[in-house]
């Protein structure tokens, strides 16, 4: 029996879908772990997507079930920001939860970078 927690979750998450290649997306970069690809209505010249190629509900989860793949993920956030040109000035985030603004239950790092940001965040 499969849950949202489950690593090997695949069949109704759009992001699991969308690393098994079911889902069209613009992918910018990988590893063997993790899929960055750009997010479909960006909020900043930048915004990209990082992703655990495995299932799990938020960054929590992930940190707990598999800390070297949240390593992975934050590696490859960064190295997505350089390759945008960002020269180490970009903003990370990890929404969590419904009522922090989190709509897909599949850890995802937003990479966004290209304009100012205000704080505190809206
Ligand atoms: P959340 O609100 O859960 O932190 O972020 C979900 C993000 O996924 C949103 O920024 C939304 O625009 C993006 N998104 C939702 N569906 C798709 C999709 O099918 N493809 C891509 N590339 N991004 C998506
Ligand atoms: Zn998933």
Do not use: K
Not at 93 to 118: E, S, W
């Amino acid at each position: 029996m499969s849950s949202s927690s489950d690593p090997g979750h695949t069949g109704d998450c759009l992001f699991c879908r969308l690393v098994a290649g079911d889902v069209p997306a613009e992918v910018v970069e990988a590893t063997d772990r993790s899929v960055a690809f750009r997010d479909v209505n960006p909020q900043a010249p930048t915004h990209v997507l990082v992703v655990p190629r495995a299932h799990h509900a938020n960054a929590v989860e992930l940190a707990t079930g598999d800390p070297e793949a949240l390593a992975d993920v934050v590696r490859l956030a960064d190295s997505v920001a350089e390759a945008e040109g960002l020269a180490g000035d970009y903003r990370l985030v990890f929404n969590t939860g419904a009522g922090a603004g989190q709509t897909v239950f599949h850890t995802h790092l937003h990479v966004l970078g290209g304009r100012p940001f205000t704080w505190p965040p809206g």
